[in-house]
C-alpha cells in the first residue's frame, strides 16, 4: 500500500492517536479470541 504523502499527511499527535487505536484493537481483538477458547 502506498500513500501519496502530499495527499495524505498527518501530524505526529495524529499519527501517535492513530497506532494507540490500532494497539488497542488488536489488544480488544486478542483477548476476545482467547475468551472465545
Do not use: P, R
Request: hydrophobic share 50%.
Amino acid at each position: 500500500m502506498v500513500l501519496n504523502l502530499d495527499h495524505y499527511h498527518l501530524n505526529s499527535q495524529e499519527l501517535k492517536i492513530g497506532k494507540i487505536i490500532m494497539k488497542l484493537t488488536v489488544l480488544l481483538i486478542y483477548k476476545l479470541q482467547n475468551q472465545a477458547l
